[in-house]
T-cell receptor, first 114, second 114 residues
Framework: SAVISQKPSRDICQRGTSLTIQCQVDSQVTMMFWYRQQPGQSLTLIATANQGSEATYESGFVIDKFPISRPNLTFSTLTVSNMSPEDSSIYLC???????????FGPGTRLTVL | DQQVKQNSPSLSVQEGRISILNCDYTNSMFDYFLWYKKYPAEGPTFLISISSIKDKNEDGRFTVFLNKSAKHLSLHIVPSQPGDSAVYFCAASGGSGGSYIPTFGRGTSLIVHP
């Protein structure tokens, strides 16, 4: 299994600003992902974080709004850019060893945009 | 269009009784199914999984049943304990030709009363 930490755990931000969320895994994982969970909704995949290259975004999510970095196998960042109240959500990082492997999740970052 | 559906947003059960959480899916490419448990302020944690080649998988008090013809799976918790109170997410992923990244349902909030 993998232990995944995220920071910050929560933040309250002003409209129009940006927030970068960090995700650290205690062991090397092949796959890292970023999810969003809006109130009453399922976990929605934002993108797959690829080491050393551009992330792979799901439909409805774009790099300009959610730039992602993954400089090595154990660390990734997600930036929520030019925030609006609609971006208020829990953002979760996850990691897994490979195709079909169980994913392990970080504790999440609760973001509130005023 | 939700491919994984958990139609009961909440379930209340007495301690010691059976909890049955249901999940339906629409994508016939799904061949691996997982259940995650999520406590408040924590990320989802993996609970149990089942491959489409099986119709039952048991781990202690937790059993997952899969009915492929009905595209339905259920999680049974016997006996239920107050510590089981959490949100349970059903997730599904596809095999060859499908995506290995799981698609999540919206979750069912289980409350186990002492």
């Amino acid at each position: 299994s993998a232990v995944i930490s995220q920071k910050p755990s929560r933040d309250i931000c002003q409209r129009g600003t940006s927030l970068t969320i960090q995700c650290q895994v205690d062991s090397q994982v092949t796959m890292m992902f970023w999810y969003r969970q809006q109130p009453g909704q399922s976990l929605t995949l934002i993108a797959t974080a690829n080491q050393g290259s551009e992330a792979t975004y799901e439909s409805g999510f774009v790099i300009d709004k959610f730039p992602i970095s993954r400089p090595n196998l154990t660390f990734s960042t997600l930036t929520v850019s030019n925030m609006s109240p609609e971006d208020s959500s829990i953002y979760l990082c996850s990691g897994g060893a490979g195709v079909g492997d169980t994913q392990y999740f970080g504790p999440g970052t609760r973001l509130t945009v005023l | 269009d939700q491919q994984v559906k958990q139609n009961s947003p909440s379930l209340s059960v007495q301690e010691g009784r059976i909890s049955i959480l249901n999940c339906d899916y629409t994508n016939s490419m799904f061949d691996y199914f997982l259940w995650y448990k999520k406590y408040p302020a924590e990320g989802p944690t993996f609970l149990i999984s089942i491959s489409s080649i099986k119709d039952k998988n048991e781990d202690g008090r937790f059993t997952v049943f899969l009915n492929k013809s009905a595209k339905h799976l259920s999680l049974h918790i016997v006996p239920s304990q107050p510590g089981d109170s959490a949100v349970y997410f059903c997730a599904a992923s596809g095999g060859s030709g499908g995506s290995y990244i799981p698609t999540f349902g919206r979750g069912t909030s289980l409350i186990v009363h002492p």
